[in-house]
């Protein structure tokens, strides 16, 4: 085996199952650099150090392009000229605002400590929300950009395989984007016809993104970025909303030789039995 492998060649050489000099290694110190230079915690060693230099010094593969990097996100996300969006700043809290022929969704985010936005409010509070979501997605398209792609891939170069990840699956989407858990799983329990319609929406908003990467053949690995846990869903739910939809867009990606893993984010006992027959090359489990 070649000792001279780049942690690129190796990246891919992990997904297409080729053997490896070593164990490769690709941990996401991203946040811990970023928040340890914004609070001045660095260790001496790396206080000159930028994020690549610290990868550098510890000889770690890095993962996504777009991750604490300044580096654009290669999905773009385009809302219609039909939608007027009013954004609102006051100290550490922001508000944004969609105007619908059916009234308004609001959602609210706060200002962490380390300077992030985290939202707070969501913009479905109710049942009778969903048809002015419905009608703001079908507003809402997402792209792939190649050029961000190509200056994220610069910026890796060979610490590993430039990835990126796609935009929730419908069913996390509205459980962790959209809506409150708690109002999310009562809707779907309550109203299931009228969130399955919701469902097809939201998949069907991402029709252009999906055929914009299989078309491009450029990223070569891309991550479905679900966090998922258990405690989100059933069984019933898992099997009913989540594997056909992985089904779909993981083997239209598939076909065309992107390597595609899962971020399984929790407690996940009740998924094992179903890893094995996912359609993705990998999953990656991250417990905090």
Known sequence: MDATMTFREMNLNAFSGKRLPHVFFQPRLEPWYDWHKTFGNLPVRYQNLSLLGLLDDLRVSMRYTHYYTEMPYPVVQHISPQVR???????????????????????TSRLTVDKTWREVGFPVKQPGDLKKLRWLIQRIMYSFSEESWEQGSQFVGARGEPQFWLPKSPYQAMALVWMKFEHFIYALADYTAEVEETFKVIDE?????YAEIAASRKPR??????????????????????????????????????????????????LLKYLKALPFDGARFHRQ
């Open 85 to 107: 969006v009013h954004e609102k700043i006051t100290g550490d809290e922001k508000t944004i605002t969609y105007e619908t022929p059916f009234g308004e969704l609001t959602e």
């Open 205 to 209: 908003s991402y029709d252009q993104l």
């Open 221 to 270: 690995i891309v991550n479905f970025g679900e966090n998922m846990h258990e405690h989100f869903l059933s069984t019933k739910y898992w099997e009913r909303y989540l594997i056909p939809f992985y089904e779909k867009r993981s083997s239209q990606l598939r076909k065309t030789g992107i390597y595609t893993h899962i971020h399984i984010d929790g407690y996940c006992r009740s």
